[in-house]
């Protein structure tokens, strides 16, 4: 995850999916799931989402970019899925959060 935000990935294919995932450890999408799950306790989408919000709380701290852009640049196609996702995980909006540390 952290060579796919080091990359030009996120702009041209979007969010990192399971399936890439997957494929980057030459592990099939189920298998891969399933280590995830046994490891975690998460399924490999809740997993993705969390280093995703990870990589975001960095971000949102970088006070030269809007919340859209930091948006676009983690691979969000709509700056609006990404704030609704923040939301849920952190309890608090992108802008709240900045606001608040």
Known sequence: MIDYYQSDKPQTIGLPSVAWCAGELNLSSNYFGDLIKKETG?????YIQSKVIDVAKEKIFDLS???SEIAYE???KYPQHFARLFKQRVGHSPNEYRSLN
């Open 65 to 67: 970019k809007s919340v």
């Open 74 to 76: 983690l691979g969000f």
């Open 42 to 46: 998460k399924t490999a989408q809740e």
